[in-house]
């Protein structure tokens, strides 16, 4: 058996997190290009191994799933957040969740979601004007959370709901950034961070009880029950199956990522097109030999390859999800080295997805090498935005349905001109969100 892992010197106390937090994504490629598939990692108290190999990321994800569950990141900020919700909760917990929210994401259900997302995607589209300069990034975020909170709560939402939503989201995002003195401060700390947390929690908290308020008594009981997650929820509570805490920790869970990665995955699309006009001018030209002007519907989207493969596309390039966590549950060998039970493993979307090793110029945005000829050369685990095996995302299709659904509505009635800096700056939280405001001048087809 080799020797530990290589990987880059720390320094006391901080190890590798001052680089890390400076620059996530920088690091996770200098890590890579230097140390290979297996990499020790020093960013917190516990040893962290980083694994590159789409081969070792399968068997972490899928083939032994088992052995390495979600890793307790130790913060206790993101059990305020979330709870013991779907995203975070482990074993047999996580088991009955997932199948009680299993009939919330069924296909035919996902699938007939489509003209509420078409009519909330048209109602943005119909304040817009040529010329006008707009935040593409808010602007899709609005949508997504409408669209989110229609599907999986079973109601609209007012534009002062969305509002706020999007005012209490900033100071989360901030919790969550890479921050090497953050972990010295204890969350009880009266910081202006911590006090901005807990009070955009609540707030958040407070959005969703009255929601839930207002829908209980209509979730059905008998016959043709509606089938949005909360209304599930809401049914299994009649019979004591869960409380009013679990009702609010899975909806706070599926408020927030359910709107913010498919919203991410558009504004980053919106770049890239932006930046290639020849690719632009593929994608309106299926849409409009597909479309002609009509409104999408769920059939049209498979029908839509050329659209699938820009999103996934921008989705490799600009994963809104850009490493997951896993932990080691037992003792386990990966390119030679002995890692040790509780040992925490990082999987980086962000370095797999631009590797040259599975990509040619894997900085170029190529929608074609998502064909089928090129693609099926490449590991299964070379592309993973929504994770895998029994913990992939619930929601892949409702998200792919979604962006596509937005993107082709958007795309037959305007382009868009980029008007920010050359170079798109990133910041890590819990997701890879641009640094700046992604200024677009709307232009009319």
């Not at 909806?251 to 990665?261: K, P, Q, R, V």
């Not at 993107?407 to 969100?433: K, P």
């Amino acid at each position: 058996m080799r020797p530990q892992p290589p990987g880059p010197k720390g320094v006391p106390v901080f190890g590798n997190s001052n680089r890390f937090a400076d620059d996530p994504f920088a690091f996770m490629d200098a890590c890579a290009d230097a140390y290979g598939d297996v990499i020790g990692i020093d960013l917190g108290p516990q040893p962290l191994y980083m694994l590159t190999n789409p081969r070792d990321i399968e068997r972490v994800l899928v083939a032994e799933a088992s052995s390495f569950p979600k890793r307790d990141l130790g913060d206790d900020a993101v059990d305020r957040l979330l709870g013991e919700g779907l995203l975070t909760s482990e074993g047999a917990a996580w088991q009955d969740k997932r199948q009680r929210a299993n009939p919330a994401f069924h296909s035919g259900r996902i699938n007939s979601l489509a003209d509420m997302m078409v009519d909330h995607t048209e109602a943005m589209v119909a304040d817009w004007n040529d010329g006008d300069r707009v935040d593409v990034h808010v602007e899709v975020a609005r949508l997504t959370v409408r669209i989110i909170v229609s599907a999986m709560f079973g109601t609209d939402i007012d534009p002062e709901r969305v509002e706020a939503i999007q005012t209490h989201l900033e100071p989360l995002g901030r919790r969550f950034e890479p921050d090497p003195f953050g972990r010295l401060v204890p969350d009880w700390a009266p910081t202006k961070k911590n006090r901005e947390f807990r009070a955009a929690v609540d707030a958040l908290e407070a959005i969703i009880d009255d929601i839930v308020a207002e829908r209980r008594g209509t979730e059905g009981g008998d016959g043709d029950e509606p089938m949005d997650l909360l209304s599930i929820l809401l049914r299994a509570q009649r019979h004591g199956e869960v409380t009013d805490g679990d009702i609010r920790d899975e909806m706070m869970t599926m408020l927030l990522a359910g709107h913010d990665t498919t919203a991410l995955t558009l504004t980053y699309t919106w770049y890239l097109l932006s930046q290639h006009p020849e690719v632009e001018e593929r994608l309106h030209a299926e849409l409009d030999a597909v479309l002609g002007g009509d409104r999408p519907t769920a059939a049209d989207s498979r029908r839509l390859s050329y659209t699938t493969n820009v999103l996934n596309e921008a989705m490799r390039l600009y994963p809104p999800v850009y490493t997951l966590f896993r932990e080691a549950a037992v003792d386990a060998e990966f390119g030679g080295y002995q890692l040790p039970a509780g040992s925490g493993l990082m999987l980086p979307q962000w370095v797999v997805h631009r590797s040259p090793r599975w990509y040619d110029d894997p900085e170029t945005f190529d929608p074609d090498r998502w064909e089928s000829a090129r693609s099926s050369e490449r590991p299964r685990f070379a592309f993973f935005p929504f994770g895998g095996g029994p913990r992939h995302c619930i929601g892949k299709q409702f998200s792919m349905l979604e962006a596509t659904v937005i993107l082709s509505i958007v795309a037959q009635e305007y382009t868009m001109e980029y008007l920010g800096s050359d170079d798109l700056s990133l910041r890590g939280s819990l997701t890879m969100h641009p640094e700046e405001p992604v200024a677009m001048r709307l232009r009319e087809r």
